[in-house]
């Protein structure tokens, strides 16, 4: 963990090397597990996905039409499933899975491509729209399904099928390829060639990764130059007539509005520039390159202290599914989209790796306990593609959306979530998430195992316990989240004593001889915190959210006499109250409600101020939002 | 003026009978008259609206292709100029009118019809696409503009014409025409029948219109008897491929969901809506129909306690250009069309009539000053189609529109403003709106003028003198504007003195026999109000409006340090001064502005609220707002 000045300061841990134990995690991922899988695999059979690899689809033919990246769906899925089998042993979704990786080489061609609806429904025109139809995108899943699989499986049965459709990329975008200088328009594949080359080592994955992101927004256009040959307005060509007097708008949409090293501002649709900037964090990191680091660090400034929801919600309108300008950040219409907070993650973790500071850990941590997890509902069935801040009562979850992206990619994520927990480099391990689990790691070439107890994540006390066959010395980064006041460390049995102090990297630095038995107990000084927005914020203007650790905190009307933006929020501030589940804690206070009861639906306009009464209030994380039927909904509250 | 159960109570007043004199409004109609008119004939020129009534159009042709409501663009200006000739004789603009005229005659069929795209761009397509073609729509146009054309300068050349059309819309939709069960997608026809059988007596009219009305929403649906007939999805079928799986959203978007005699809310497209109503208000008048009045209490009461804005805009929403749901009053998206404005003046003008009571104008009169007339720049030359009551700063008026249907609309119900002013029965005269001017009618049996003189809406002061060749007894009825805290009334120089009793119609009655030279003095008790919106609406919540006489307040940013929306208002509240341009006051007085200064730009999110400085503000009438540039606004500010 000594500073090198370019590369990544931390490995990625592999998802297998840590187990979730965790009383609020623990349950999401059985859930996972037991029901959202299964439930998803449903899916993927019931709107004939899975069954569209059998390449029976003919024009005409009762079956559902294929659609460029359903193979999306399907790999998000494996890579899920495949995750949970790294750590959680299970015939049946072995079945499933095999059975899948089967189908899709059943559906790969004699030179390694795999994509159903360029094979069966628009035969010859195989990467002609790279703009719009996601060719690549689907690609990227799958070379990330593959690697997932390998990873933690071991096995490489959808290794050997993705480097297959890899070689076939390198051939067609690489050097001398036929379309050498073309780029997806929805980024993944870059940094699906980043992981690819770090499990094979192949570097011919990693210099197309990087040919693809440095090609992206050059001119003469690609876009433009591939529509001129093409002669037709593209997939998406008849959603956007006015795609050509809006060239701009619409090269910001998917980042190609400039080559990326001059890009400054987030702009476009949200999960394409996460997806993007990942890669970049993932090229930045292996090569040593200074210029997609420079740009990664300009963007992230940018998004955070212009374009973020406090949920960690990003892209703010449904018009383009992402960014419109800075500090617009309206509640009730926000987008927000679920993948949008999962790609923050993908950067955040990337960001975290490569430049050893604690800062995008905590963004990590809040888009992670709220912008991402709201998407799912608490019985693991029902999904919100979008994540608004604020509801009139209308908004719910749904089961499943035609563009599905986002049920799967939680999916992922959740499986994955060990990766996320701990970050090592040769001689250090960082604790990034205060979550419940055990890692296995090497580090200063000693095997060891590191196991972290808690109470949940935002807990006030946390140990940890170190299993070694032989001392060694080590550093152990305990991470100083934003939403402690301070860390207090005790060493084997030594009571958390003083503030420990914190490094300018924003961790706590523990470097001694590690024996096997050794002890650490952190506690944390955790409050609730009001929290205020910039006044150039015109949403949140005269409103305060509040925050307990990592959990940003809503009034649902149902827990009201009044809608919840008819609460008006007091000095006194609600206070954490135990819930029947036990691990996130509600907040509990009084505050005022305005109502004028039947007169305020016979008519819309008075010159009287409503009447304040003094009423209860219960707040509750905002990721477990409408798990109990419709009702209004607000993050931020009006302040007296 | 005495009560009929059923029949209107009042008489429409042809705007050639009113000059307006209005320090506030005078300049806005000159403005209209030397500038606007000009400038939309110029756009109709331009845009080729005009030179298709030539029928010259070919397929691949270099002209532009004919919309087929480009007609109702032509007619609505045709209406406007009419209005104009009527009270300010002016042979250039005769003459362009002579012109429209005749080209208008020239383009239409042996058999009555006309409409170009019909007749050159898809000809034997007549009606067939009631539901999205705007074909009986852009009819209506032509006929208002026929009867506004005879009416105001009492020639025949453009009536003829409209007599034709409208007597081939009864052969075809009239009981045994071709097309009976028909009614278009969007009224308009409706309206314009009944005010051609008020012109010609033609009973005929009157039935279609009626037809019309009572057809619309009845089962067997005939927009699904047209589709199924037609075969195609229609005009425009291709921008709503859902549209056969949102059925009911698509009915409720043209008011066809249910027959109108069932209908309680006010649902769909907003414009629509309110020509729907005015017709059926129009309908209820003519014929005593108390079941098409109850219908229009109903809606009009679902308007005004839950879908409108304090602006007098309506329709909250962009997508549908209409209503959502109840209490959903956005103010940054709230898309309260300027046409929508000018329907409910439409309609509250017509619910007036038909009830004779104040109520109606009082919204009509906020809608007016403040819905309406935002619509245009001060210059005359600028529109906005949307009227937002909150902005960023990047919301401007534009020159024209694709869909151009605003502009001229606003001509329109500027130029024949007089018709608002009063209203007049039997024996009977009611001053609705104060705004200088002078009426020349028959009351009573005596032909009178009466003088309006006053500092413009608003003003605390009006004088009324009445000139009359012979005294009479008749009744003068005085609104008393909810703006007013109180009236009083003084008859030939003696002072007002106490407070005027008030009609449960909403007006001071004066009846006695008028002389000429008699005068009436008003003073209205007018002070700036505080307003509250219903705890119902989200939007509003916490916030107040400021409004003084008729108009509704704004702050905007370049008036401010600070973004309109860091604006928070104290005790003390905004007071009148007087502006260079001396007619309708600004508010000016201490409020609070909050800031950090640059680290509200240097992060999005803090533990402390922003500090708060005393700053002075000036609120300026809403509908002026935009003339200095773009900048932010806020109608609904933060109350401390």
Known sequence: ???????????????????????????????????????????????????????????????????????????????AASYVLGTHPDAALE??????????????????????????????????????????????????????HHEATGRTTLLVVVTRLADLLCREFGPGGAHHGGYCGHEEVELALVRLYRVTGERRYLDLALTFVDARGTQPHYFELEHGRRGTP?????????????????????????PVREQTEVVGHAVRAMYLYSAMADLAAETGDDGLRAACER??????????????????????????RDHALPNETAYAETCASIGLVFWASRMAGLTGRATYVDVLDRALHNGVIAGVS?????FFYEN??????????????????????????????????????????AVDLYIGSTLTADVAGARIRLRQETAGPGADRVVLRVAAAAPATWSLLLRAPSWARSVSV??????????????????????????????????????????????????????????????????????LDVPAHAVVLGESTPQPRATPSGVVPDLAGPAWGETRGRADLDALYFTERAPRTEIA???VPYHSWNNRGRSTMAVWLREA
Chains 1, 2 share one sequence.
Request: charged share 25%; aromatic share 10%; glycine share 10%.
């Open 617 to 619: 209030v219960t707040a």
């Open 490 to 559: 005790g060493v084997n049995g030594g009571p958390p004593d003083g503030v420990a102090p914190v490094g300018a990297d924003g961790y706590v630095r523990l470097r001694r001889e590690w024996a096997d038995g050794d002890t650490v107990e952190i506690r944390f000084e955790v409050d609730v915190r009001r929290v205020h927005a910039s006044t150039l914020v015109a949403a949140d203007a005269g409103r305060v959210a509040l925050t307990h650790g990592p959990f940003v905190y809503c009034l649902e009307g149902i827990d």
């Open 299 to 324: 963007l992230w400034t940018h998004l955070t202290t212009r374009r973020m929801y406090v949920t960690g919600g990003i892209g703010d309108s449904r018009h383009n599914e992402g960014f419109t």
């Open 378 to 382: 608490a019985d693991g069935q029902r």
């Open 234 to 258: 593209g997939f998406f060509g008849e959603h956007f007539p006015q795609r050509e007097q809006r060239r701009r708008e619409f090269e910001e949409y998917n980042q190609s509005h400039l």
């Open 95 to 148: 079945a499933k899975v095999d059975g899948v990786i089967a189908a899709l080489a059943g559906a790969q061609g004699e030179d390694g491509y795999l994509n159903v609806y360029f094979t069966v429904v628009a035969p010859g025109q195989r990467f002609t729209d790279l703009r719009d139809a996601h060719e690549l995108y689907s690609a990227g899943h799958l070379i990330e399904a593959g690697v997932a």
């Open 1 to 79: 963990m000594e500073p090198t000045p370019t590369r990544a300061r931390r490995i990625p841990v592999n998802v297998r090397d840590v187990v979730v134990q965790d009383p609020f995690w623990g349950p999401r991922q059985e859930l996972l597990r037991t029901r959202t899988l299964a439930a998803q695999y449903d899916q993927l059979v019931a709107t004939g996905r899975l069954g569209a690899l059998a390449l029976t689809w003919t024009p005409g033919s009762e079956e559902p039409t294929p659609h460029p990246f359903w193979e999306s769906d399907i790999a998000k899925w494996l890579e």
């Open 388 to 429: 608004p801040l604020a509801s009139d009562g209308t908004v719910e979850r749904a089961d499943w959306f035609d563009c599905a992206c986002c049920p799967p990619n939680l999916a992922r994520l959740e499986a994955s979530l060990g990766s996320y927990i701990y970050a090592t480099s040769p001689d250090a391990v």
